[in-house]
């Protein structure tokens, strides 16, 4: 399936609308515009969205929507986009689907043919990762961890390996727990705690996660975690020949393992493709 997604649809589109994490002036014209031209906006909290679109003097109907009934309102949703009406999707704050509902909702429209339209604008991990002083031209976002410890544990762990600055968002309430974690299974790496982004009490507070744990009890707000890293990873003596030939045994194409095993040892692509040529 092709999306057009701004060509004309017999049904109507479904727009994901990121809305303010804090300054209800983190806004884009064009989300005000969707907002006011939409027939029904779908909220993760009515409550929420109310008091935004009063701000902004929007007068439009609000319908509710959360993680817990997403399934109950997907076939109604759908009906009303088939049926020619426009809907915009947003959550309490930042873009949904983002650590945030959505999916359900979203994979039902695309399995109907219905043009699913996501706005750029506001999300938490951006702005912390720019603001934590930690090297960030690549990076992995991966959202809260498991509510339990030991599955968080074993998450971990998976990420121990990966040598890039990795994004965590986490509630004040398990802050200390989560950065005694990360401690534990990470070792003492670089780190920073952005709390209550583009609000007034915004916070940037950047150490080790050792540093990190000591300041950790009066932390309170809307958090994310940047961690440094894996810095230990050798790169020196990999026989890369040897890994694309396994990746193209697996059914892999020459050009795609080469991809992956840059990424997964953050090295240029040409050198990889030179060393498997010269073996």
């Given amino acids: 399936m092709i999306q057009k997604s701004y060509e004309k649809n017999k049904f109507g589109n479904l727009y994901l609308v990121p809305t303010p994490i ?4 983190d806004i884009t014209f064009r989300a005000l515009n969707i907002l006011k031209e939409v027939d029904i906006v779908y909220a993760e909290d009515t409550r929420e969205t109310y008091n935004l679109l009063k701000y902004y003097k929007i007068d439009k109907r609000i319908e509710s929507c ?10 109604k949703i759908v009906n009303i986009l088939k049926n020619g009406k426009n809907i915009a999707y947003v ?3 930042g873009t949904p689907l983002i650590s945030d509902p959505g999916n359900i909702i979203v994979d039902e429209c ?3 043919d219905i043009n699913v339209i996501s706005l750029p604008g506001p ?4 702005p912390a990762l720019n603001m934590s002083g930690i090297s960030n031209e690549k990076f992995l976002f991966f959202g809260f961890l498991n509510n339990k410890k030991e599955l968080a544990r074993k998450q971990l762990i998976q990420l121990k390996s990966i040598n890039v600055p990795i994004i965590f968002y986490e509630s004040p309430y398990r802050l200390k727990n989560t950065v005694q974690l990360l401690y534990d299974v990470l070792g003492n790496r670089k780190a920073a705690i952005i709390r209550e982004i583009s609000k007034i009490h ?8 050792l540093e990190l744990l000591d300041m950790c009890d009066n932390i309170k707000g809307e958090i994310v975690i940047i ?3 894996n810095k230990e990873i050798k790169t020196i003596n990999i026989d890369y020949k040897k890994l694309v030939d396994e990746y193209v045994k697996n059914g892999m194409s020459t050009r795609d393992a080469v991809k992956k095993i840059s990424l997964e040892y953050n090295i240029n692509k040409n050198k ?3 060393e498997v040529k010269e073996q």
């Fill in 227 to 229: 961690v440094e890293g």
């Fill in 202 to 209: 915004e916070e940037v507070i950047r150490g080790s996660l």
């Fill in 91 to 93: 959550t309490d704050r």
């Fill in 123 to 126: 999300n938490a991990l951006l």
């Fill in 272 to 274: 990889v493709y030179n």
């Fill in 110 to 112: 695309i399995k109907n």
């Fill in 22 to 25: 804090g300054n209800l002036e």
């Fill in 66 to 75: 959360h993680k817990y009934t997403e399934m109950k309102h997907k076939d």
